[in-house]
Each structure stands twice: as structure tokens, then as C-alpha cells.
């Protein structure tokens, strides 16, 4: 039931690009979107669907930084390891983090998939070095301390968000 409501959803995607081999990347960026990765099962969906092959879409999806094909937390967190980040000591932000959420270099994702923690050339925010961005929230002048402090007002955040929902 759960592999049919997965399509179902990739479907109307698909759908609202009128089936279209050339809305490959709005249709991919849809999905991801939607799952917060692309799963090989569904990109060869999305092949058979568009009429094209699956390689030319896992093609498109694995050369675009943009796509994974590994699931990612709710919550995407990139620290920003660019040079003026980095002469700020970014990567003790990315340390602190990692520690924090109790990841290591070949795990990035929590366990609980709340977290994902990636470091990336840079983000466009030099002024506020050293920075991150968790989802699209932009957070500059960073400590460690500070980092973990935001993690922790997610983490009690989405813990309320868990006690009203069970309230219902």
C-alpha cells in the first residue's frame, strides 16, 4: 500500500509536466521535493513514465549536485566551508555538530532521520562567515555553542509539534 501511495504522488508529478521527457529536471526536483531524495524506483518510474531511458534520467539525477539518491533528514544542515568560513573556523561549527547529532565522516544522516549534515563550498553569505543554512534558514556569526543551540531549539521544537499531534 505504501509502494503504491509512493507512486500515486510520483504520477501526479509526472502528470502535472504533461508526461514530458523534457521536464525531466522540474520532474525530479518535484520528487525530491516530496521524499527529500530520489529513489531508484522511482526514477526508473519516472523513465518508463516520460518514455525515455532509465539511464539518461539516473544520468541527470547523479550529475546535478542538487539531486541525491541518499534519503536526507527533515532537517538539511550545510555548514559553509568556503575561505571566508573556513579563516572563521567553519569546520569547528561542523565538528560541534557532528558531535552533537552523533555522526562521523560516512554518516551524515540521523538515525531518527530528523538531521543531515553536509559541508559545502560555500553558501553565499561571506558577510556572515562563518555560516549555515538549515533548510532554506540562513545563519551567519555562528559559535559552536550557538550552532548547537539552534539544533536544540529544532530538536524541542519538533518534540512539542510530536506531544500536539498525539494530543488530537
Not at 127 to 154: F, H, K, S, W
Request: proline share 4%; with cysteine; charged share 25%.
Amino acid at each position: 500500500m505504501e509502494t503504491l501511495r509512493k507512486f500515486e504522488k510520483v504520477w501526479e508529478i509526472i502528470d502535472q509536466n504533461g508526461r514530458d521527457s523534457s521536464r525531466l529536471i522540474p520532474i525530479l526536483q518535484a520528487v525530491q521535493a516530496e521524499y527529500r531524495y530520489l529513489p531508484e524506483e522511482i526514477l526508473t518510474f519516472i523513465a518508463t513514465s516520460v518514455g525515455i531511458s532509465p539511464a539518461r534520467v539516473f544520468g541527470v539525477a547523479t550529475f546535478y549536485s542538487l539531486f541525491t539518491l541518499k534519503p536526507k533528514g527533515k532537517y538539511h544542515i550545510r555548514v559553509c566551508n568556503g575561505t571566508a568560513c573556513h579563516v572563521k573556523r567553519s569546520m569547528d561549527l561542523h565538528n560541534a555538530l557532528q558531535k552533537k547529532l552523533n555522526l562521523r565522516d560516512e554518516k551524515d544522516t540521523t538515525d531518527d532521520m530528523l538531521f543531515t549534515l553536509e559541508t559545502v563550498n560555500c553558501l553565499g553569505a561571506c558577510g556572515l562567515a562563518p555560516a549555515m543554512v538549515v533548510n532554506e534558514e540562513v545563519y551567519g556569526q555562528l559559535t559552536p555553542e550557538r550552532a548547537n543551540e539552534i539544533i536544540d531549539d529544532i530538536i524541542n521544537a519538533e518534540a512539542h509539534n510530536e506531544q500536539d499531534t498525539h494530543r488530537l
